[in-house]
């Protein structure tokens, strides 16, 4: 079992910055991979960025060049450097970890959540 921390959400103009964490109850050292999605308001849960445990990150299109996904193995915490924020950006950001183990194979867990907020 993992359990998973969101923080750093909040209300931000729109052109502002705020990087969220995702604290993990364990090493997240050997974890396969982990992300974060968002939800906005009437919309799927889509995914925002993902790091791999060799390091190789993945952004989705529309935060290109704008948000930043890291890792610190010895703080067991995943960040989410988000610049130039939109309003369309405004969502609940949801941290997820990816864990494959011998014995109960791959699994994901999910964080509560985090709400950002973009006003124009």
């Known amino acids: 079992q993992v359990q998973l921390v969101e923080s750093g959400g909040g209300l931000v103009q729109a052109g502002g910055s705020l990087r969220l964490s995702c604290a993990a109850s364990?090493?997240?050292?050997?974890?396969?991979?982990m992300g974060w999605y968002r939800q906005g308001p009437g919309k799927l849960r889509e995914l925002v960025a993902d790091i791999r445990s060799g390091g190789n990150t993945y952004y989705a299109d529309s935060v290109k060049g704008r948000f930043t996904i890291s890792r610190d193995n010895a703080k067991n915490t995943v960040y989410l450097q988000m610049n130039s924020l939109k309003p369309e950006d405004t969502a609940v950001y949801y941290c997820?970890?990816?864990?494959?183990?011998?014995?109960?194979?791959?699994?994901?867990?999910w964080g509560q959540g985090t709400q950002v907020t973009v006003s124009s």
């Open positions: 997820k970890a990816v864990v494959a183990t011998s014995t109960l194979g791959v699994n994901g867990y």
């Open positions: 364990r090493s997240i050292f050997s974890f396969n991979a």
